[in-house]
Nanobody
Framework: QVQLVESGGGLVQAGGSLRLSCAASGPIFGRNDMGWYRQVPGKQRELVATFTRNGDTNYADSAKGRFTISRDNAKNTVYLQMDRLKPEDTAVYYC????????WGQGTLVTVSS
């Protein structure tokens, strides 16, 4: 089974930037959709951005204009560039692979201070 490992989370001040990485254990592009989700205590997990197998990208309204999802085929890695971060962006961010199987990473914590 393909495994996903997220990294890049941390503490940042409001208005700052972070880049999250999701490294897959094998080739994933062309056959699977990839997505970033986030979750805070007491709230349901929500979709942030997707990168489909056909190369289309989509964003939640809260992320549109501030976040960018991209990929590096050679490294089997999906990225989430987050700019102009706000305290309400604080959450655990999860990478997801969706295709024949659905696979979730373990998550990486992003904390935005005011």
């Amino acid at each position: 089974q393909v495994q996903l490992v997220e990294s890049g989370g941390g503490l940042v001040q409001a208005g700052g930037s972070l880049r999250l990485s999701c490294a897959a254990s094998g080739p994933i592009f062309g056959r699977n959709d990839m997505g970033w989700y986030r979750q805070v205590p007491g709230k349901q997990r929500e979709l942030v951005a997707t990168f489909t197998r056909n190369g289309d990208t989509n964003y939640a309204d809260s992320a549109k204009g501030r976040f960018t999802i991209s990929r590096d085929n050679a490294k089997n890695t999906v990225y989430l560039q987050m700019d102009r971060l706000k305290p309400e962006d604080t959450a655990v961010y999860y990478c997801r692979l969706s295709g024949y199987l659905s696979v979730w990473g373990q998550g990486t914590l992003v904390t935005v201070s005011s």
